[in-house]
């Protein structure tokens, strides 16, 4: 099984600074990871799939890498729209799909 | 837009059992899978189960095999999930989610969510 461990659990940052959140697969999972947005009482929200492809619609400002295992969602400037929680997404079938534990973005 | 609405939470005992439903709009319905995934107050999320545009690929937890069905009515353009032997552990919003293409095989990604349903079992 492909099992996602997600870090950090949270991030104190604030506007217009760099934040990088990291997702590490226990195994290869290919490219087959994406990244979601969630705000408070809201539905997820796809930003990133197959590691670095921007969702129509999303800002140029967020940015998906990926090395190895390893995979790396960026936000380039935080704004004030972006505080909120963000997930990966590993989509390799085995198990169907899992996700990563969350990390939460709040404002210092 | 696509739109993917919710139905059918409510409370329920443990042991017993409820079918929630999902409606979706704006897109062409039997073209693409849906799935289920469950998120616990507070918590994360977790992936339910998914179904194929045509119903040939039916995914499940483990967590939830053999106590939840999936099925889709394409003429209605619905997505449901029945869910038997229910326990407290099952309580959380379910969200229903749109895949990017027919679901028949991996990768599984979720371009579009519903608002979710509040599904709480408890005495």
């Known amino acids: 099984d492909s099992q996602m461990t997600q870090s950090p659990s949270s991030v104190s940052a604030s506007v217009g600074d760099r934040v990088t959140i990291t997702c590490r697969a226990s195994q290869d999972i290919s490219r087959w990871l994406a990244w979601y947005q969630q705000t408070s009482g809201k539905a997820p929200k796809l930003l990133i799939y197959?590691?670095?492809n921007l969702q129509n619609g999303v800002p140029s400002r967020f940015s998906g890498t990926r090395s190895g295992t390893d995979f790396t969602l960026t936000i380039s400037s935080l704004q004030p729209e972006d505080f909120a929680t963000y997930f990966c997404?590993?989509?390799?079938?085995?198990?169907?799909?899992?996700f990563g534990g969350g990390t939460r973005v709040e404002i210092k | 837009d696509v739109y993917l609405v919710e139905s059918g939470g409510g409370l329920v005992q443990p042991g017993k059992s409820l079918r929630i439903s999902c409606e979706g709009s704006?897109?062409?319905?039997?073209?693409?899978?849906m799935h289920w995934v469950r998120q616990t107050p507070g918590k994360g999320l977790e992936w339910v189960s998914g179904i194929s545009w045509d119903s040939v690929n039916i995914l499940y937890a483990d967590s939830v095999k053999g106590r939840f069905t999936i099925s889709r009515d394409n003429a209605k353009k619905s997505l449901y999930l029945q869910m038997n032997s229910l326990t407290i552990e099952d309580s959380a919003v379910y969200y229903c989610?749109?895949?990017?293409?027919?679901?028949?095989?991996?990768?599984?990604?979720?371009?579009?969510w519903g608002q979710g349903t509040l599904v709480t079992v408890s005495s």
């Open positions: 989610a749109k895949d990017d293409d027919g679901g028949r095989s991996a990768p599984y990604f979720f371009e579009s």
């Open positions: 704006g897109f062409t319905f039997d073209d693409y899978g």
């Open positions: 197959a590691a670095s």
């Open positions: 997404q590993q989509a390799t079938g085995f198990p169907p799909v899992s």
